[in-house]
């Protein structure tokens, strides 16, 4: 009998495998870095330890203090979680050499469901359909160049070790493989300490369908359903869904069986997940194995009626699996987004920043998964993923409106994040027929106003000058006195704007230019503002912070500031050639000199955080007069990185 569960991750899978493992009887241990001593899951947790600063390769990656924390506490088994040193083999193997037991499957089937070259042998020797490709034994650049010619374009440059997208290349022409493949041997080991890469044929617009198989060490194995993961942005997943609308009997029976044939081939026990790229015929082919469990198992669990965590510790502990594959049910429909902190209208880039409210919406089958809180800091050093949202309703239908409504009402002031982008995808036209391809963002929604700056309109400015003018958390009603016209300045971005406020007890006008727009404030207190617009009572969400107002309402959350008292050049945006970091994170690397002459879009530097690289480039053409930025730095957001200078002898000559 297992008594003490270490759970060797951070954030909303710790969370979770800590509720599931404490309502089983189990005392739980938490480990966390020097960054996480305030989070969630430590505050969970029976016991937590400290393993090492914030960097992931001195904490969470530190398989040494996670075992030196486990014997320090009495633990006898561990949970990996997902990520981290959740698919590695020789931490598997220290834990078994270490008297624990490691809630995952055996460190051989690891090993080799961990690379994606080794594993598509195997898939192919056991039978199972895989995607035509290169898998050379630690092949060179030159030689992936030479059988890219043989496979053709477009192709597929992937990290043997990868996941997530990490390491993950689409090449459409051999012109651009050099340096995709220099870029993806940089993220690989960046990520996975393992530069390896395999190419593949490109399998054009398909369907990204995983099934959840299941096994144990008697020898039995179950698939449950499937789950389809086909809406993607650089390759990861960003809706995931069980049943798939694409699904039919006849196909869940054979690609069942076929990941049930992928798990048996390897020894398999515990929770796994079988992936496969499907094309409009309904052919299917082997991509990867997680040997884990995934992101969005909690779809599965929604339509299955079970807990997953449970049954990794039931397996763990030697047991039989708690039903046979006759006896799994599916009931209902389920979605599950991914809640970010991030920025769609500047190419999605990673936010940080201190959570001034994080008030997850409830309702009759939403789930949050989530590992933070109102006043957590979001940092650098990690995955941006505030929560996951899920949503499960009798059919599909019910499910998509539970999980657009739960979205909407979701309040995250503090940072940007994508939750209109999610709820505009479910509620898109191509979505609700179960149309939408892995292509599906790049083509149909690629232009969606959800990815462009936020809709300031005449409205908005109201809503926003009303709260700053009157004053926040005034329950009752102003003065009868006569009205007052109080001009003000507000920005939000890049925009500045000037308007006029006029004031009469609760009624509100606002003039900007031409515009000009009416409403009645009836209270605002507690963060909650009650308004009449156009006839209609209805309740936004606000939060102040010095000069700066959080406002969610009319369908999307906005950032203003009020610049009223401020000199006039105070807010004024850095001239054209400043460029400036777009997030905290590391300088992996600096790709100019000063002096040197540079062209509109040419990369400068690159920089890492949350576990991605980011390209930096040059806003105009010129030379680099100055180059703060040097490879190595830790840097802020908005850190001055390079100042470019126009080239004036250029423009002449070209002209």
């Known amino acids: 009998m297992l008594k003490k569960l270490l759970i060797a991750n951070r954030g909303e899978i710790a969370v979770r495998i800590i509720r599931t493992a404490k309502s089983l009887g189990y005392r739980t241990v938490a480990v966390f870095s020097e960054a996480d001593a305030r989070a969630l899951h430590v505050e969970l947790a029976d016991e937590a330890v400290c393993i090492g ?7 969470y990656l530190n398989a040494e203090a996670i075992l030196e924390a486990a014997k320090k506490t ?22 078994k050499d270490a008297g624990l037991v490691f809630v995952g499957p055996p460190e051989a089937a690891i090993e080799l469901m961990g690379s994606k070259r080794r594993s598509k042998i195997a898939m192919q020797e056991a039978g199972v359909p895989v995607v035509p490709g290169f898998e050379g034994d630690n092949a060179r650049d030159d030689e992936l160049i030479e059988a890219a010619k043989t496979i053709g374009y477009p192709l597929m440059i992937k990290a043997s070790a990868g996941g997530g997208g990490r390491g993950m290349r ?22 996975f300490g393992d530069d390896e890469l395999i190419l593949e044929k490109a399998v054009i617009e398909p369907r990204h369908i995983e099934i959840q198989v299941f096994a144990d060490r008697h020898g039995n194995a179950v698939y449950l359903g499937e789950r389809d993961c ?10 995931e869904e069980a049943p798939s609308p694409f699904m039919t009997p006849e196909l869940r029976k054979a690609m069942g069986e076929a990941a049930v044939k992928a798990a048996l081939a390897c020894q ?17 082919y082997f991509l990867e194995m997680n040997t884990r469990l995934q992101v969005e198992h909690p779809v599965t669990e929604m339509i299955t009626g079970q807990d997953l965590v449970a049954w990794q510790l039931a397996v763990a502990e030697g047991e039989t699996l708690p039903l046979s594959q006759e006896e799994v049910v599916l009931n209902g429909h389920a979605i599950e987004v991914r809640l970010y902190a991030e920025d769609p209208a500047r190419n999605f880039t990673p936010q940080t920043g201190t959570l001034h409210r994080f008030n997850p919406a409830e309702g009759e089958g939403i789930r949050f998964d989530s590992g933070v809180r109102a006043g957590d800091d979001i940092t650098p050093h990690y995955d941006p993923m505030l929560a996951k949202v899920i949503a499960w309703g009798k059919n599909r239908n ?7 409504k739960a ?9 940007n994040t994508n939750q209109r982008f999610l709820a505009r995808i479910i509620a898109d036209d191509a979505f609700g027929r179960g149309e939408a391809t892995t292509a599906f963002l790049q083509s149909e929604f690629n232009n969606d106003p959800s990815m462009a700056p936020a809709d300031i309109g005449i409205r908005e400015l109201a809503l926003a000058a009303s709260l700053f003018s009157q004053g926040m958390d005034q329950q009752h009603a102003w003065s009868n006195a006569p009205a007052t016209v109080t001009p003000m300045t507000l920005a939000t971005g890049e925009q500045t704007l000037s308007v006029l406020v006029r004031t009469r007890g609760h009624e509100i006008t606002v003039t900007a230019g031409e515009d000009q727009y009416e409403l009645t404030l009836v209270s605002a207190a507690n963060g909650r503002a009650c308004i009449i617009d156009r006839g209609a009572r209805q309740v936004c969400q606000y939060h102040r912070q010095g000069d700066h107002l959080y406002l969610q309402a009319f369908g999307q959350t906005l950032a203003l500031q009020d610049l009223t008292h401020q000199p006039a050049n105070a807010n004024a945006a850095g001239g054209t050639g400043q460029i400036k970091a777009t997030m905290d994170g590391a300088l992996i690397d600096v790709l100019v000199k000063q002096g040197q002459t540079v062209k509109q879009g040419d990369t400068l530097v690159i920089l890492e955080a949350m576990k991605m690289e980011h390209p930096v480039k040059a806003d105009r053409d010129g030379t680099l007069a100055s180059l703060p930025a040097v490879k190595g730095d830790q840097v802020k957001r908005n850190q001055l990185l390079a100042e470019i200078t126009a080239d004036d002898t250029a423009e002449d000559t070209e002209q």
């Open 398 to 404: 019910e499910a998509r409106r539970r999980l657009i």
């Open 53 to 59: 600063p914030a960097q992931v390769s001195a904490s």
């Open 74 to 95: 009495g633990a006898d088994c561990v949970h990996p979680g997902y990520g981290f040193l959740s698919e590695n083999s020789g931490f598997a193997r220290a834990c």
């Open 230 to 239: 086909s809406i993607q942005r650089r390759h990861q997943k960003v809706v």
């Open 170 to 191: 689409l090449v459409e022409a051999e012109a651009d493989l050099a340096d995709n493949l220099k870029r993806a041997r940089s993220e690989s080991k960046q990520a």
């Open 407 to 415: 979205l909407e009402d979701t309040v995250v002031f503090g940072t």
């Open 268 to 284: 398999y026990e515990g929770a796994g997940t079988v992936e496969f790229l499907v094309d409009k015929d309904r052919n299917f």
